[in-house]
């Protein structure tokens, strides 16, 4: 299990735009939640050993925030040709097993991954309401086979500060996870030499 960091895209970057299939077969855009009091934008997959281990507290997570007003969206950018176990008809199976109520979206070009310089599953990037940068980083301590609980307790209190209306703390812990099965790795990641 090759471990890859978060590329910790600057702070106040604007959110990039996307458009994608969700699993339900509707379109989602970033225009899409506008109303929002913020969006947290979830690179995952339904195969890597990282979102395994945090996929029941993921579900219950993206669901709170959900119902608490924040925007939340899981975009698989996985190349499904290798890794068939990633394809869209595979995510409806997952979502529904995980309980995913958030958008799971398929990023078939990797356009947006690389858009959004996500380097792994999990890779976490939320924004405000204005969809400004103000947290990228882990989901917490845990890690598989560490025997740390995992309670999201990083993100949480990101995405409570922006339900607030807070500014979000810069001590921000980098997520780890598999690294984005690429095409055509873009040219800030390097492949599995980016290991942490």
């Known amino acids: 299990m090759v471990k890859t960091a978060s590329t910790m895209l600057q ?3 604007k959110a990039p735009e996307f458009s ?3 699993i339900d077969g509707s379109i989602v855009s970033l ?3 506008t109303d929002r009091k913020g969006l ?3 690179f995952m997959c339904n195969h890597c050993p990282f979102i395994k281990h945090l996929r029941k507290e993921l579900a219950e997570f993206g669901n709170e925030f959900l119902e608490k007003g924040l925007g939340v969206v899981g975009i698989s950018s996985n190349d499904v040709a290798n890794y068939p176990d990633d394809s869209p008809e595979k995510m409806v199976e997952e979502a529904a097993d995980a309980g995913y109520r958030f958008p799971y ?3 078939e070009s990797q356009a947006v991954a690389k858009a959004y310089k996500a380097a792994c599953t999990p890779d976490f990037f939320l924004f405000d309401g204005d969809m400004t940068l103000v947290y990228r980083g882990q989901f917490d301590d845990s890690r598989p086979g560490n025997g740390i609980p995992v309670t999201g307790a990083d993100l949480r209190a990101a995405c409570e500060q922006v339900l607030a209306g807070e500014p979000v703390s ?3 812990k980098p997520s780890i996870g598999c690294n984005i ?4 790795a873009p ?3 390097t492949g599995e030499s980016a290991v942490v």
């Open 31 to 33: 225009a899409d939640f």
């Open 181 to 184: 099965k690429w095409i055509d």
């Open 187 to 189: 040219e800030y990641f």
């Open 20 to 22: 994608l299939p969700n």
């Open 105 to 107: 979206l398929y990023d």
């Open 40 to 42: 947290l934008v979830v």
């Open 11 to 13: 702070l106040g970057t």
């Open 170 to 172: 810069v001590e921000q």
